[in-house]
């Protein structure tokens, strides 16, 4: 961490880049924060060109704080922008605040952001781990639609109780023809090629573009398992999974089209809930319908007596005359729906 500014006797901030990635995960472990926090996934983004990774660290005696950004320059303009990676983030917290704490936090934060010349903030925020508070007052805060999440108390059998109906019974109908799921860490270029096609079915955009070689290094590097539902040598569905202490998310995945009809995917999503149980993690978070959408997705997310959570995004204007000068260059109405506006494809 460059040189820590002491703002006052029991408190000190400072920033963290991949220069120093044992410090980064350090400080992650010690916020008790998710895999998506961790510098791996960071340094994921980094090549895949989201922009250069910060984390921002603040700590008192009572407790710790980090926010991990990524640093982009505005192209044509000045000044730079700041988002977050392709997952939940947000503040991570560890400790009990004292009275002022998340007040001096916000103070110290908004003047570390100006010093660096940054114009507007877009984050993700964890949607099982509200730190909100921590933010009020710090732009808006905006909902953006429902995640579900599949408790995983009790034992195999329990959860499975609280499938649908039709979940169950198409789950046991995929084992009776002959249907498993094993964990294949080798399986990338399939997975790949299941996975890319389905984004392009779904007409998805850039950001969720990963490549063999990225998939290949959250395997290898991060915290994830991929499972692969097979019949015989047939490759029928594959997903990514999180190995965080917290939970696991469900990831990537994609089901192959001579198979969709027979819905491999649920047998892909009770394999992954059953491999989380085993490993002690509380939730399995698999997201939300497309774009924050009640649709067909989502309903087959909620058939596995998941629970509904509001995904939140983080969005500040840091510099309002700058940001103002940003949307004129680009033509773009400040208060469209996209953030920040000066980037709206």
């Known amino acids: 961490m460059n040189a820590p500014v002491a703002a006052d006797p029991v408190q000190e901030h400072g920033w963290l880049g991949l220069d120093d990635a044992a410090a980064w995960d350090e400080v992650t472990d010690a916020a008790g924060a998710d895999v998506f926090h961790r510098s791996w996934f960071h340094r994921l983004a980094r090549i895949r060109g989201e922009g250069e990774p910060q984390l921002f660290v603040w700590r008192t005696a009572s407790v710790l ?5 990524l640093f982009r320059d505005i192209p044509g303009g ?5 988002s977050s990676v392709y997952g939940y983030v947000g503040p991570a917290v560890r400790g009990t605040p004292r009275p002022g704490d998340v007040a001096r936090f916000r103070s110290v934060l908004r003047r570390a952001l100006e010093a660096r010349d940054v114009v507007s903030v877009f984050s993700r925020l964890h949607p099982l781990c509200d730190r909100r508070a921590w933010l009020e007052g710090l732009g808006q805060i905006e909902s953006s639609g429902l995640t579900l999440a599949v408790p995983l108390d009790g034992t195999d059998a329990e959860g499975q109780s609280r499938y649908r109906g039709s979940h169950r019974r198409e789950i046991t109908r995929l084992y009776a023809r002959g249907y498993s799921v094993q964990d294949e860490a080798h399986c990338v270029d399939a997975f790949h090629d ?9 007409g998805a955009g850039s950001r969720y573009s990963f490549t063999a070689e990225h998939i290949r ?3 290898d590097e991060g915290d994830m398992n991929l499972l692969v539902v097979r019949r015989g040598s047939d490759v029928a569905a594959a997903g990514l999974f999180t190995r965080g202490e917290l939970g696991s998310h469900y990831f990537l995945s994609g089901t192959h089209p001579e198979h969709r009809k027979l819905a491999p995917s649920k047998l892909l999503v009770h394999a992954g809930c059953t491999w989380a149980r085993k490993r002690g993690a509380a939730w399995m978070h698999l997201g939300g319908g497309v774009g924050g959408a009640q649709d067909s997705l989502y309903r087959f997310k909620a058939g596995f007596g998941s629970q509904p959570h509001v995904f939140h995004t983080w969005r500040w204007i840091v510099n309002p005359d700058r940001y103002r000068w940003h949307c004129e260059r680009a033509g773009a109405e400040e208060t469209g729906g996209f953030f920040p506006a000066y980037r709206c494809p």
């Open 65 to 69: 704080v980090i926010v991990p950004l």
């Open 194 to 202: 299941l996975y890319a096609a389905a984004m392009a079915r779904l």
């Open 78 to 82: 000045t000044g730079c922008d700041v």
């Open 217 to 219: 290094t959250l395997i």
